[in-house]
DNA sequence: CAAATATAATAGTATTACTATCATACCTTA
DNA sequence: TAAGGTATGATAGTAATACTATTATATTTG
């Protein structure tokens, strides 16, 4: 492991993708009934299912008009997917999946802690703009689609029960790791959590408002989201950072 | 205006409340089909829909089962608001409205920029505590329907349009007005309207985390939301505030 | 080749999100 | 007080949604 990931210290991005590719990213095998991984037609659900929710937004989007798409039945999407909501916790739990090896990979072998923070900060705020070509999966839609859709999976009456079976859990384990990071870099900063949090949740949001509400933001193609957190995380943290 | 506005910096919670009372809040009539204010009807609508958009939450809140909540007609309903997507921008409008009086009535006599902004942080990111009873409307529900519910007004593929026709306009001033106290402080700051904006959004999302992921945030019934921003906002302009 | 498994086809149900029409009650005002 | 307008209620109906159930047909595997 320490071998592998030393040699990943100085992965260039082509690199990247292709170890990406072959790694599966684990999915609670409770959002799903059969693991779209596990055949062609679970592929085509997921492959068109973002292009989908992406064109027309999740609530215009179900399973009937999926089944046109693709070719195939209703009844045999039920068959991966108990509804649309799990299905979107399946999509978004990739997405932060896929973040979370990038954050690792790229973060692990930087030593100092503002180098590390400053980075995780940045892979966490930038848009996809490269689509990795993870076989089925447009990462730039789906990035899209987790900036439109994720909060609609969790704002729902069920999401404590959700949460308890763990569907959340990636998403958690990514907030951790960069509450960690916040806490290296000042131990005596009283919300790391809180502005771990923001970060993410925050980054979303950015990227929305550059889109439909532009005038409350500042952010755009060439002040991206990314530095604005990086700013305000150095500054809150009291530490100059002149990466 | 002037004279009420001199009267008002002395006011206290119970003359403030007497005064919201008095008070209708402006909201875009083409939200509505007919102004619920306008009648009985009207204002049961708005009182139970909050009530039970509360309880069952946005999705299995429907038209129907509001009219049987309150011993009207579906169709009686569809005469005061076209769906129920409308009635929440027109509930959130309200909301919105609403806590910018108390933003413009407690702020607009301090002379100080940061003592202003420290309190205009303040209200905006504290939780709604006491029903100020403006006869139907249950402001501490409405304060937790907007922190569940918000989003899905403008996470929508008709936000654009919607925007146009200027359904988001109170909040988007509301954040405007964060932005210039923002800039009173420290002029030379990059990203006042994307800080803006994450006050505004991120202290309804800290809210929600308490509720159902206490482990992404620091905040808690004695550490407050409001606390983490104020710190957050003024450690980021540079400014140490010891209000 | 048989058995198991995956998918497709079809049908059916309760609910949602409306729209339309007509009846009735009430309120005004000439 | 009669006539007309307005608000609400009652009823019916439609297309779509979000499923469930059953049976048929491929395909894979042992």
Redesign the pocket.
């Known amino acids: 492991m320490i071998v592998i990931l030393l040699y990943l210290r100085s992965l260039n991005g082509k690199l990247m993708e292709r170890l990406l590719q072959s790694v599966k990213i684990n999915i609670n095998d409770k959002i799903y009934v ?1 693991d779209p991984e596990s ?4 592929k085509r659900i997921i492959e068109h299912s973002i292009l989908m929710i992406h064109d027309m937004g999740f609530e ?1 989007f ?4 999926l089944g046109v798409q693709i ?6 999407i ?3 997917f ?4 799990k299905l979107l916790l399946y999509l978004a739990s990739w997405y932060w999946g896929w973040l979370e090896y990038q954050l690792v990979f790229a973060t692990n072998s930087i030593p100092n802690p503002e180098d590390k923070l400053a980075s995780a900060i940045r892979i966490l705020t930038r848009a996809t703009e490269v689509d990795a070509s993870f076989s089925h999966i447009n990462e730039i839609l789906l990035n899209k689609i987790v900036i439109n859709e994720y909060s609609k999976s969790y704002l729902t009456k069920e999401v404590d029960q959700e949460n308890k079976e763990g569907y959340f859990i990636i998403y958690k384990r990514l907030v951790n790791r960069i509450r960690e990071m916040i806490q290296a870099v000042n131990s005596s900063y009283k919300y790391p959590a809180s502005l771990a949090s923001s970060i993410l949740e925050g980054g979303l949001h950015q990227y929305f408002l550059i889109d439909h509400f532009s005038s409350m933001t500042d952010c755009n193609e060439n002040l991206p989201p990314a530095e604005f957190f990086v700013d305000l995380v150095f500054k809150t943290l009291k530490k100059e950072y002149n990466g």
Not at 62 to 65: E, I, M, N, P
Request: net charge positive; glycine share 8%.
């Open positions: 059969k055949s062609d037609l679970g215009a179900t399973f009937k008009k070719g195939s039945n209703e009844s045999s039920y068959r991966y108990e509804n649309k909501h």
